[in-house]
Structures are given as structure tokens and as C-alpha cells.
């Protein structure tokens, strides 16, 4: 993999992905409960019937809200430009730490590149917020754990 820029490449198409298979996965989901409530609609009345409408509604809405979260996280990470190099910690950092190797754009678990693991996570998680504006040598306290900031790219 070679150069900083190459694994911030690779881990922003991870980061893409993520978000890609999420979206995916809830439009999926609206699909499955308009068909659902289109076919509780013609079979069955009554008081069974109400229920089942409510908790489909219901679903629609949840998933409609998991919509809207997902692409306003798209939104958020199409503005990352990670060419930009930073020393100060920021959206589209790569941080490496004594303890763990962060990319501070979505939040998206655990990633790997070569053997190297990193933690996509967004700028608003806790740990996020400690790192943001922080520069090389800075010690964060995260947890009852100390670690400082070894480089930012």
C-alpha cells in the first residue's frame, strides 16, 4: 500500500462502500414494508389488520428517519477532500496514535489496510471530538487510557 495518501484513498473507498451498502440495505427495507402495507391493504380487515398497518407505518417511518441519517452522512463525507494535508486534526484526517490509527470522517467500525488496522469514525463520537484540533505530540485521555497524537495526515 505504500504511501499515507494511497491508505487514505483506500480507506475513504471503505468509507464509501459502508455507506453505499447502507443506503442500499434501507431503501431495501422501505421497499419491502410499501409492498407489505400494499398487500395488507387488499387481504384482511379488522382489528388484526389495524395493527398490522400501524406497525408497518410505523417501520416506514424508522426506516424513512435511517434515510434521511445516511444521506446526511453521504452529504457530510462527499465534502471530505482527503488530498488536503493537515496537521491539525480535522475531517479527512488520518491519525495515528500510541494507541489506535483513526480516519475522522464516518462512522464506520473498523477497517484494515494491509495488516494495519484503523477506526472510521465520525467527528462527533466522543473520541472524535477529544482528537479534533489536537496536533502531532498531544496527549488525549480517552477512557482512563492516555495516548498521544503521533502523526496526522
Known amino acids: 500500500m505504500g504511501s499515507s495518501s494511497t491508505i487514505k484513498e483506500y480507506l475513504y473507498a471503505q468509507c464509501v462502500d459502508f455507506v453505499e451498502h447502507r443506503f442500499q440495505t434501507i431503501q431495501n427495507t422501505i421497499q419491502e414494508i410499501q409492498e407489505s402495507l400494499l398487500s395488507e391493504t387488499k387481504s384482511s380487515a379488522g382489528d388484526k389488520h389495524e395493527t398490522g398497518r400501524a406497525m408497518l407505518q410505523l417501520e416506514r417511518e424508522k426506516a424513512g428517519n435511517q434515510l434521511a441519517e445516511i444521506q446526511k452522512i453521504k452529504e457530510i463525507f462527499s465534502k ?3 488530498s488536503k494535508t493537515s496537521k491539525t486534526i480535522g475531517l479527512g484526517s488520518l491519525v495515528y496514535t500510541t494507541n489506535s490509527n483513526y480516519f475522522i470522517g464516518i462512522s464506520a467500525g473498523e477497517l484494515s ?25 498531544e496527549e488525549i485521555v480517552f477512557r482512563g487510557q492516555n495516548f498521544v497524537v503521533k502523526e496526522v495526515l
Open 80 to 82: 471530505i477532500d482527503i
Open 113 to 137: 489496510v494491509d495488516s494495519t488496522k484503523f477506526y472510521a469514525i465520525s467527528a462527533n463520537t466522543p473520541i472524535g471530538q477529544l482528537l479534533m484540533g489536537k496536533t502531532i505530540g
